[in-house]
């Protein structure tokens, strides 16, 4: 099989990896990719929102499949395109299609969707310029803190959550009126405040069944003690110890299957994965947000747990034959920590160069942010490189991730020290 991966990232480097393993694989192509899913695959020049480029990239390839990383051209509808193209409608894409993809897409569209479905979730309001009196007004009535959400992609940034009454008006004012996230702003989503604490969950469906991937734990804050502004993801680690038997029960009987049977309900077929962002309150779940692809650093944990031929799954979602795959988990306790550049996720310099990479041994390094300049590993974004390692229990695993990270270097680089504090090992 020749399969084309979509993206640039820590995500879609784990994604290459585990491809690049299958028995199935012919040629593996990544783009436009970094430098390290150049040594499991090829590097293509080419953006994943240029869909005409990809199009004669497939063509001339005989591209059987394209795994798409990020959300951006799922929103946009990448998969539509494919399937609306006869020169390319046998090319099998992972990932849905652009209506599905309103799951993440659209605050609103979701929040919508799970209270048709009885999906425990936060309460709402939705609010735009039409009924901003009545958003302030249903800020008066709530409890702080005060959670606001721009409806649409906002590169991972659209969320607030504020404690001051004032401030969350003004910020409400900011994003409906100045179009603060832009256009992604003009509805804003009010939610109620859950407290507890937050985990992923991921299932890839065919549009009639689904496999449960394994789930995992990010920590999304800069600073330790999940302190400081919101990031891409600072590091993860899978699995997550209060997610047992009973809690997965819950989140598959009152979350999962609701959510795939409504999609077919609702007549969208759904074909690719699902990332279900959970807050775990008093041991129920509850749904923050869905996205309609695999988290980051999240993956970079969760596929080295996968023992299953991932182009057997995608073959299945493919051909609706998903129930007839085995998914097979590896036990282990895996453990990832992201080094990012300094300053990020506020202004950050590039072009540094990556020192270390070949003293490790027992970890997988995974890059997000990346190039190669010669023989020479640089940076090229704010998280630079997710250091991934295998351990008998989370704290076995997370003592060997930190020996490797702290073998590579680069100028004013930054970790968290603090990765899975919040979630002690069940004794």
Known sequence: MNVLVLG??????????????????????????NAGTNQVGTNVDLKPDDFEGIKTFCLE?????????????????????????????????????????????????????????????????????DNLDAGIAHLEALKPPYVLKADGLAAGKGVLILDDLNEAKKELRSMIKDGKFGSASSTVVIEEFLSGIELSVFIITDGQSYKILPEAKDYKRIGEGDTGLNTGGMGAVSPVPFANSAFMDKVENQIIIPTVKGLKAEGIDYKGFIFFGLINVKNDPYVIEYNCRMGDPETEVVIPRLKSDILELFEGVATETLSERDVVFDERTVTGVMMVSGGYPDAYEKEKNIQGLNNIFDSIVFHAGTKQD?????????????????????????????????????DKAYYRKDIGFDIPEVE
């Open 61 to 129: 390839e005989k591209i059987d499949f394209v795994v798409v990383g990020p959300e951006g051209p799922l929103v946009d509808g990448i998969h539509d395109f494919f399937l609306a193209d006869p020169q390319l409608s046998k090319v099998a894409v992972i990932g849905p299609n652009k209506e599905a993809a309103q799951l993440e897409g659209s605050k609103e569209f979701s929040k919508k969707f799970m209270k048709k479905y009885n999906i425990p979730t936060a309460k709402y309001l939705a609010v735009t310029s």
């Open 8 to 33: 640039s990232g820590g995500r879609e480097h784990a994604i290459s990896w585990k491809i690049s393993q299958s028995s199935q694989i012919d040629k593996l192509f990544i783009a436009p990719g």
């Open 374 to 410: 010669g023989p020479t590993y640089v940076t090229s974004g704010g998280r630079v490189l997710c250091v991934t390692s295998y351990g008998k229990n989370q704290s076995d695993a997370l003592n060997r991730t930190y020996e490797n990270v702290e073998k590579i270097n680069f």
